[in-house]
């Protein structure tokens, strides 16, 4: 018996069903056929007023506002707005990153995931806000960026009231709340309360540092962290405080600095009195009391309580000088006496005394002078 004709075999899809074609001709010719009568009317989402050409694209964006996810991963029951989200997260389980990046040894399921890790390299930003002027690597950063202009923040913490444009921002703002940390490293048992903090974290087990800088040779796992490290080089920086005038180059500096104006502490130790700006501050504090020095020099056995304090201590053994002025030919171990050399060349002398006016290159100077007019008050009070 022969089959049927083609149109008989076609089964329409469900109002929810997104259609998958072979090829890119054949979802042309489906969209003449099928979705013409949708292009000649708009279509309006009557929670945001945005319009839409289709019926279909409106219905996907309804799930924005909705939160509803119909497409489940049937391996860990993820679930996900659109099929093609499914689709690129079902890679995760295969393994499967057929796009590979040239310039270092990360891979990507799509290609335009790839594309826009190739910026990370170039520094392309194609996206550019014409409101404040940013520019964006990621089309989707850069959409979310343009929410916050519009004001659409529908998604509110029932907590403490904070609003996100994003469902997927707010639930792991939640677990600030709660503390929840389901991302559970396999290697150490380090737990997260982001997937992609935990991305991040894998790198240190497997040695897998993406983003090396060409000056001084040094590896990261994040791509903040690396443009973060090339100011150091340059002597960029671009986060001015509006309170003193202090500049950084990395904004979780700047962002640190800030809450020193604001006298906001809101972590203490339970051992002492002491109050920290940041959970990271206090873990390293806590090691005090305990006596733990996880980090351990691999040439000495020197151990330390914080992994800078090894970091800094490493470079006695490597006689590395990573930071070099640009001025003059000196280069420096560590990034802070490169900060306080600068001062030399520029003139600037930030430390001032509020007694008698003068000013100092360096915190150091000025707390000697304060020990000095100390010392004499008291020896002029008592003789």
Known sequence: ESPPPLAEQYTPPAQDEEKVFKSLSALRSHKLSAHAKDRQQQHTCSQCNKTFSSKAQLSKHDRSHTGEKPFVCTDCGKAFMQAICLRIHMTQHSGERPYSCRQCSKSYPTLS??????RSHTGEKPYFCAECGKSFADPSVFRKHRRNHQGHRPYACEECGKTYTELKDLKNHERSHTGE??????????AFSRSSSLACHQRIHSQNKPYQCEQCGKGFTQLSSY?????THSGEKPFLC?????????PSSFRRHQRAHLGFKPYPCDKCSK?????????????????LRPYRCQSCDKAFVASWDLRRHM??????????????????????SLNKHRRVHSGERPFKCEECLKSFVVSSSL??????????YVFYHTF
């Open 181 to 190: 940390k389901p991302y559970l490293c396999s290697d150490c048992g380090k």
């Open 315 to 336: 470079l006695v053994h490597t006689g590395l000088r990573p930071f070099s002025c640009t001025e003059c030919d000196k280069s420096f171990a560590e990034r802070s």
């Open 275 to 291: 109050r920290f700006r940041q959970p990271a501050d206090l873990a390293v504090h806590e090691r005090v009391h305990s006596g």
């Open 242 to 250: 509006p309170q003193c005038g202090k500049m950084f180059s990395d």
């Open 367 to 376: 707390l000697k002078l304060r020990f000095i007019n100390v010392a004499k």
């Open 113 to 118: 995931k790839l594309k826009v890790h190739m």
């Open 227 to 231: 443009q973060s490290h090339l100011r």
